[in-house]
């Protein structure tokens, strides 16, 4: 698709619901009725960067900070391929805390309990440390770009630059990670043609898997006064994305259903042509002590889908769970 076709789509909601035919229709076609469940383990809220669309921000001096034990993350993984899920998500916090030698030592040990997929959410790595992590057999890493415009992504991320980003992920599929990124929809000052340039990067790029979730104004962050983003011009963002990239597998996030409780993530999954969702796991904690620490801190207004929930969504959707680990639909037929 051109900038000109992809502008015009997302201007017009009168339109959508034909827009959302066509993303279901390639979303039928090239990804089928099979819906993939990723559990996600959030072990680490500390974070060394100042986004300032996320609770978790470093100057953000009220929230309440954890770090689970080695020994907690791999049970918790371990407890999550019990519960039948084959991709566990391991998310953080750019936290240094997690070394390179505690980071291989969490994915080995999990891999020897589990068949499972491995898919690392933690940020910034040096090469050496993504090396290590692919080699001890974490297979899949997101690193979401958040926006192409350049200025935006400057002023958003207090002083990073967009071109180190893409930097990263270029490099993070050089490794052979399958990849994820995806962008915020709604970030105060974003304009039409910025998030067309997301759907080109999208659809230039096709990324391995694709996350995309709207801006939410979070209370303890510079941006609490600002508007949430559109539902109807995030479900356009999921549709032309979908049309574009074919089989990618693409994420209804957790920030969907806390824009929508009810009928975010259906929306996702049933218009804009999504085909995974990430439930959060950290419920799967042994004890209620950490249940309570680890899983009530994280952000204050962030809603957490449970797998129960997450499979009643595909219900709804007319998808089922599907039983293998989900890698990428790009590289099937390649060695994974
Ligand atoms: S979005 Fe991620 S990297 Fe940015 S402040 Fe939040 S936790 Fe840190």
Request: aromatic share 6%; with cysteine; charged share 25%.
């Amino acid at each position: 698709m051109n900038r000109e076709t992809i502008v015009d789509a997302l201007r017009d909601q009168g339109n959508q619901d034909a827009l959302f035919a066509e993303a279901d229709r390639v979303r039928r076609d090239q990804v089928g009725d099979t819906a993939q469940l990723r559990g996600v383990v959030h072990f680490s809220n500390y974070c060394r960067c100042n986004d300032l669309y996320c609770g978790l921000l470093k100057d953000n001096d009220q929230c309440k900070r954890f770090r689970m034990s080695g020994n907690d993350i791999v049970n918790t993984a371990l407890a999550v391929a019990e519960a039948g899920l084959k991709t566990v998500v391991l998310q953080s916090g750019e936290d240094p805390h997690y070394t390179r030698a505690k980071v291989c030592s969490i994915i080995e040990r999990i891999l020897d309990g589990a068949d499972v997929a491995i898919t690392l959410s933690l940020g910034r790595r040096c090469r050496e440390d993504l090396i290590a992590f692919r080699d001890a057999g974490a297979e899949r890493y997101l690193m979401k770009h958040e926006t192409m415009n350049p200025e935006l992504y400057t002023r958003m991320r207090s002083g990073f630059r967009l071109e180190d980003r893409l930097r990263n992920i270029d490099e993070l599929r050089e490794l052979g990670f399958q990849v994820g990124v995806g962008n915020i929809v709604g970030l105060p000052g974003q304009t039409l043609e910025d998030l067309c340039d997301d759907i080109l990067f999208f659809q230039e790029f096709q990324p391995d898997m694709i996350n995309i979730g709207p801006f939410i104004p979070h209370a303890q962050t510079p941006l609490k006064d600002e508007a949430a983003g559109d539902i109807e011009l995030m479900l356009r963002v999921f549709a032309l994305t979908r049309i574009v990239t074919g089989n990618t597998h693409m994420a209804a996030a957790n920030t969907v259903a806390t824009l929508d409780p009810d009928n975010g993530q259906y929306r996702a999954m049933a218009q804009g042509g999504a085909n995974v969702i990430m439930p959060n796991c950290n419920p799967f904690l042994q004890s209620r002590k950490d249940k309570i620490e680890y899983e009530f801190q994280i952000t204050t207004h962030k809603r957490y889908v449970s797998v129960d929930e997450a499979k009643n969504v595909l219900k709804r959707a007319g998808r089922t769970a599907g039983k293998d680990k989900g890698h990428s639909l790009k590289m099937q037929g390649e060695q994974l």
